[in-house]
Nanobody, 115 residues
Framework: QVQLVESGGGLVQAGGSLRLSCAAS????????MRWYRQAPGKQRELVAS???????DYTESAQGRFTISRDNAKKTIYLQMNSLKPEDTAVYYC?????????WGQGTQVTVSS
């Protein structure tokens, strides 16, 4: 059974940093693209960043230059280092994988940025 478990969220002041983690229980973890999404209150879930099997990274415009996605295949874990946080980054952050044709999501971790 696929499980994605996020951690690392919390309350931080604007300009601060947080590091999110997502531990995955999947086989051949290294072969799969992993993604971070977020959902703010009253808004649709949106893609924040992705990292492919080759380590290639993509970011949404709002995350570019401030967030860094990384992965540790030995630990089957991905990370999202978030710097220079803004109040508009406040959201629940979700880990995502498309695994054997099915989408899986973690339970989410709340990030709240105060002004």
């Amino acid at each position: 059974q696929v499980q994605l478990v996020e951690s690392g969220g919390g309350l931080v002041q604007a300009g601060g940093s947080l590091r999110l983690s997502c531990a995955a229980s999947v086989n051949l973890f290294s072969a799969y693209t992993m993604r971070w999404y977020r959902q703010a209150p009253g808004k649709q879930r949106e893609l924040v960043a992705s990292i492919g099997a080759a380590g290639n990274r993509d970011y949404t415009e709002s995350a570019q230059g401030r967030f860094t996605i990384s992965r540790d295949n030995a630990k089957k874990t991905i990370y999202l280092q978030m710097n220079s946080l803004k109040p508009e980054d406040t959201a629940v952050y979700y880990c995502h994988i498309l695994y054997t044709g099915r989408e899986y999501w973690g339970q989410g971790t709340q990030v709240t940025v105060s002004s």
